[in-house]
């Protein structure tokens, strides 16, 4: 397993030239607000970080436009920031049929479909995603997902551009998410991951290439993404997407 993307509800001013939209590329995370996927209901840009990125997402209609449907609930709803951390697994079905043996509610693993053109048509995304339920105490779930082949991951690659690693960035090292879980989401997540550290108030979890999620209790919802890199300028300056914070650790 290894950190993926992050799925981040936003208002349409990141996704406009203007103060947000500086303030990233002032840090070195180049992004051009203008490429990216939707539909009349959606609007999807990427920051591309090495191999990980941020997936931020505007809604412009009540119904998402085929976005799903409960990120565009919880978006109508007024939720910002951080809605989904997905999460790279190599074998979908055994992870799910693993989850699924320990009590726990998992979506089957599902190909993502965007209709457009009125739902006259569509087009299917080249991989797999399952999820678990929201958590109790923040509106956010986690999800994981599979590629259909190493293939299709080269041919991903290709288009992650403008990335990040121009300025040395490397990826995502760690992410620590703040928020008031409760005592069944920690339970959750201790069966549903393996290399789990636990103290009363946090839960640490190890994941491949060193990668670390940290959950948190506390009362506010932040986020806070640590990249890997030598890019000094990222000490100094703070980058917020919403409840998300960037740094450079």
Known sequence: MKIDHLVINVDNKYQEEGEQVSAIRSIGLPYNPKKGKGTKGFKVSNIWIGKEYFEMVNILREDGGGW??????????????????????????????????????????????????????????????????????????IGFQQMKNQKTREFMVKYMVPNAIENNIEGINSIKISGNFSSNDFELLKKAFDFVMITEDSLKIRLQHSQEIIFEKAKEYQVMVSLKGKYNKLKEENCWIENTKVCLE
């Open 68 to 141: 799903k449907e409960e990120w565009v609930n919880a978006y109508n709803k007024g939720e910002r920031g951080l809605i989904c951390l997905m999460i790279d697994v190599a074998d979908i079905d055994l992870l799910c049929e693993d989850i699924q043996s320990k009590g726990i509610s998992i979506t089957d693993p599902e190909s993502i479909k965007i209709k457009f053109l009125f739902n006259l048509f569509s087009k299917t995304l080249p991989w797999q995603n399952s999820y678990l339920n929201f958590f109790e105490g923040v509106p956010l779930q």
